[in-house]
């Protein structure tokens, strides 16, 4: 009796621990989910289709030539063209550099303010404002501290830390200090948003888990190694995933500081899509280069998830 009593407790049990969803389940969680499914409709996947089909036409805003279908003669013309390329390899360096400093610099930033402290709720903040100032507002501010000559505020800054050593420079005009001089504006611009992410994967690790290496004497360097690390695993590779995402989509700081400047040092594939669009007038050439941007962009973060797979949490 008692047996079977504890099989007719143990059964509803493990009902609840693995519940089968019911068909209301199933319509409820496809009611909550239409805003968002008919938001990347209209404003993604629509998109994206209406640029692929004129990609493959000769569209040009203006122009009195019929409308023609090019087949990929568009595709074969943007691969031809050194502004483009030369644009994909800008992205690709300014992603290279920018996904492992930015991660380790956010990683650095949310262990030192994931702490019991008075008013560490302020420096959280402090660190995470330049995230919610528009950029256009950040690219004037930072064009104004890269001036050139001796007044300039970096100018001023690098003379004074190697003690009159460091000559004036414009780095805004420079070739090798251009898209370096983006990069760090783009490094203290965007270190915030990573940092809280991570400071809440942070704040998700189990305490217990320290308590038990400090007992087993283990020092701060190793908990850091095996168990933060290990922990903050899938948070680190979504942390990855965007940021990787984003460098490719860099513009705003292009647009406003440098055009593509000079000789094309800082020129991006969103800038060449958006000059050849807008200011050129060639619809479809700025079509083509934003699907082959897509594609690429689609690629670099499937082998970032194939390359470094999430570990599935354990209960």
């Known amino acids: 009796m008692h047996s079977n009593s504890s099989h007719a407790i143990q059964n509803p049990k493990s ?7 019911t068909k209301d389940d199933t319509q409820t969680a496809l009611l909550m989910a239409a805003p968002a499914l008919l938001g990347l409709l209209l404003f993604v996947a629509l998109p994206f289709l209406l640029a692929l089909i004129i990609s493959f036409t000769n569209l040009r805003l203006g122009s009195p030539l019929p409308l023609q279908f090019l087949g990929l003669e568009q595709y074969r013309r943007v691969w031809l063209d050194p502004n483009f390329r030369q644009a994909m390899l800008n992205n690709g360096l300014f992603a290279l550099v920018m996904v492992p400093v930015q991660t380790a610099l956010a990683l650095g930033l949310a262990l030192l303010l994931n702490r019991s402290l008075p008013g560490i709720a302020i420096f959280r903040t402090i660190f995470f404002m330049p995230v919610v100032f528009p950029m256009a507002l950040v690219a004037v501010i930072w064009t104004i501290i890269y001036a050139p000559g001796a007044n300039g505020m970096m100018n001023a800054l690098l003379s004074s830390v190697t003690f009159g050593l460091w000559q004036p420079r414009d780095f805004l005009n420079d070739p090798a200090l251009a898209l370096p001089a983006i990069m760090l504006l783009s490094l203290w611009q965007g270190a915030g948003f990573q940092m809280v992410i991570i400071l809440a994967g942070l704040q998700s690790i189990p305490i217990a888990l320290y308590e038990a290496a400090a007992i087993d004497g283990s020092n701060k360097w190793n908990q850091f190694r095996y168990i933060t690390v290990p922990q903050l695993r899938n948070t680190l590779i979504f942390v990855m995933l965007v940021t990787s995402i984003l460098s490719f989509r860099l513009f705003d700081q292009i647009q ?22 807008f200011e050129q007038q060639k619809m479809a050439k700025g079509a083509a280069m934003t699907v082959i941007f897509f594609a690429i962009v689609l690629v670099i973060t499937t082998l970032q998830r194939f390359l470094v797979p999430e570990e599935s949490s354990i209960d």
Do not use: C, F, L
């Open 256 to 277: 406003i500081m440098t055009q593509g400047g000079p000789n094309g040092s800082t020129t991006t594939v969103m800038y060449e899509a958006v000059k050849a669009s």
């Open 15 to 21: 009902k609840i621990q693995n519940p089968k969803p």
